[in-house]
């Protein structure tokens, strides 16, 4: 995967060519709203390298943005249980690939097709198109969802059931403003707080506590 992820290449491509012919056609003026364009498409694919401390007692956090909810889930449907849900917000400017919490393999794989509300709302989760997959490693399953928002019309996965993903792996993105769920199990330790910003890969968002 390089600086910038594939997927951009089709929207970055078409705004320079669209700059290109309003610039011949029609005169230098008329280029520069489709190439801010493009250098924008450039910056929102971006795929910056980041070094991974992996830890196995670790949850890391899928993606960069604000710590938008923290809650308590009574019953999830992969854990077979209560758990912690952390609720990850990227807006536009944030990075948008997405990476491994931990170590383990995708044991449950959903996809929902639904509404495209704002992000930000608290019922997105269940209302919006949504992507989600129960990782497993022997001390730990956790789920990941990620959610389409208004703008975000496109969820890219490039995994699918049975694969085995690293810590801090990249395994999808969302195009343009959106939000991912975690949720883990009750006896992993929350460490961040409403509010707080996070970095894909970096932030840890959890331990395990001593003797899980």
């Known amino acids: 995967m390089g600086i910038i992820v594939s997927e951009g290449y089709k929207f970055i491509g078409a705004a320079v060519g669209l700059a290109v012919i309003l610039g011949v056609f029609v005169n230098p003026y008329a280029a520069v709203p489709p190439g801010v364009l493009a250098v924008y498409f450039a910056y929102f694919f971006r795929n910056p390298e980041r070094k991974i401390e992996t830890n196995e007692t670790h949850v890391l956090s899928p993606a960069d943005g604000t710590v938008q909810d923290i809650s308590e889930v009574e019953y999830d449907e992969f854990l077979k249980g209560a758990g912690n ?10 990075v948008h690939v997405n990476r491994s919490p931990i170590d383990g393999e995708i044991k449950y794989q959903k996809y929902v097709c639904g509404r495209f509300r704002p992000a930000y709302k608290d019922s997105v989760g269940y209302e919006n198109e949504h992507h989600l997959i129960g990782i497993e490693n022997e001390r730990l399953r956790i789920t990941v969802t990620q959610i389409a928002g208004i703008l975000a019309r496109r969820i890219v996965s490039w995994v699918t059931l049975s694969d085995t993903l690293k810590q801090g792996e990249l395994y999808g993105m969302i195009r343009f403003g959106s939000c991912l769920e975690i949720v883990m199990p009750k006896d992993v330790e929350v460490l961040v707080k409403k509010g707080e910003k996070v970095t894909g890969g970096k932030t840890v968002l959890g331990r395990i506590v001593d003797g899980t």
């Open 85 to 94: 849900k952390i609720t990850v917000f990227m807006s536009v400017f944030n």
